[in-house]
């Protein structure tokens, strides 16, 4: 199947810094990328949808300023949560849609861990 | 806006027992349903994916079915092994992925 890579793996930032996370489809041209985060022992939450060359779709309650996401190319999206604070630590998980045979097929990447001090 | 509900939360049985999750979705405009896999601290790893138009999905010891009408899907693991342990996430696809609350699997060797 697809790859989908995210960097870093873990991160830990201190408070009031901005920290970036890209996304990369690694054998697939992803136009739409999605960025989800989830809290421990809970489900993954949609933050927003990134379109490449477009501005990304935001679920309610994320904030977009806080929350920067680009999408400038086919292959990479990238996620910067700026000025950090505890509450943003949590796990990040990216996905890329690619379309296959007439099928849209969602593939994720690894997640990476945010720690705020 | 869709609610995908997963029963139970958690699960315990002993090895080689056969077992099933239960996954419920509210709305049944849905592309496909997949069946993750989580372990702790990790990414999903993607178990089965069933489009709409079909009723179920197998591999290996895993068999997942699909019932769109009534907004259900099982997931069946037989003779469990204690490396089954883990999260287990269902998602529906329909204008978005919505992801269920997963069921925490822990298989007792």
């Known amino acids: 199947g697809a790859v989908v890579s995210q960097h870093p793996s873990r991160v830990i930032c201190k408070s009031g810094t901005s920290v970036k996370i890209e996304c990369r489809s690694l054998d697939f041209q992803a136009t739409t990328m999605f960025w989800y985060r989830q809290f421990p022992k809970k489900s993954l939450m949609l933050m927003a949808t990134?379109?490449?060359?477009?501005?990304?779709?935001?679920e309610q309650g994320v904030e977009k300023d806080k929350f920067l996401i680009n999408h400038a190319s086919l292959t990479l999206s990238t996620l910067t949560v700026t000025s950090a604070h505890p509450e943003d630590s949590s796990f990040y998980i990216c996905?890329?849609?690619?379309?296959?045979?007439?099928?849209?097929?969602?593939?994720f990447g690894p997640g990476t861990r945010l720690t705020v001090t | 806006k869709q609610e995908v509900t997963q029963i139970p939360a958690a699960l315990s049985v002993p090895e080689g027992e056969n077992l099933v999750l239960n996954c419920s979705f509210t709305?049944?405009?849905?592309?496909?349903l997949q069946w993750f896999r989580q372990d702790p601290g990790k990414g999903l790893t993607s178990l089965l994916l069933?489009?709409?138009?079909?009723r179920e999905q197998t591999s290996g010891r895993l068999n997942a079915s699909l019932d769109k009408s009534s907004g259900r899907s099982t997931l069946y693991i037989a003779a469990s092994q204690p490396g089954d342990s883990a999260t287990y996430l269902c998602a529906v696809h329909g204008n978005q992925f919505y992801f269920g609350t997963g069921t925490s699997l822990t298989v007792i060797p």
């Open positions: 069933i489009q709409s138009s079909q």
């Open positions: 709305d049944s405009a849905i592309y496909n």
């Open positions: 990134s379109n490449e060359g477009s501005k990304a779709t935001y």
């Open positions: 996905s890329a849609r690619d379309l296959r045979g007439g099928v849209y097929e969602q593939y």
